[in-house]
């Protein structure tokens, strides 16, 4: 059984920092990323890495603020969120692709057929 299990979310304000983590579990992936979705807007494609975590990609919102790292032999991905926004309030969804996506798709929501319960991150102003 596949588990994507979310962690490390809460309250910030603005300009501090969050670790986000997500443990998985069951099955081997390829593509892992974060997503996030804020109230009345679409989930949002926020950062991936590649199997080897030698690719990442981010949107252009976090560039240079949030960080995406991965440690296959426990099988955990982290994200690193620093210089905190309002605007970064959202629940926060982990999501892995199954084996066979390559670089090209970190960024595809289409890609992702593993998703975690999602996890707050509410940063105050």
């Known amino acids: 059984q596949v588990q994507l299990v979310e962690s490390g979310g809460g309250l910030v304000q603005a300009g501090g920092s969050l670790r986000l983590s997500c443990a998985a579990s069951g099955r081997t992936f390829s593509n892992m990323g974060w997503f996030r979705q804020a109230p009345g807007k679409e989930r949002e494609f926020v950062a991936a890495?590649?199997?080897?975590?030698?690719?990442?990609v981010y949107a252009d919102s976090v560039k240079g603020r949030f960080t995406i790292s991965k440690d296959n032999s426990k099988n955990l991905m982290a994200l690193q969120m620093n210089s905190l926004k309002p605007e970064d309030t959202a629940v926060y969804y982990c999501?892995?692709?199954?084996?066979?996506?390559?670089?090209?798709?970190?960024?595809?929501?289409?890609?992702?057929?593993?998703w975690g319960q999602g996890i707050q991150v509410t940063v105050s102003s």
């Open positions: 999501a892995a692709a199954p084996p066979g996506y390559g670089v090209g798709y970190l960024n595809r929501r289409y890609a992702y057929e593993y």
């Open positions: 890495i590649s199997r080897s975590g030698g690719t990442t």
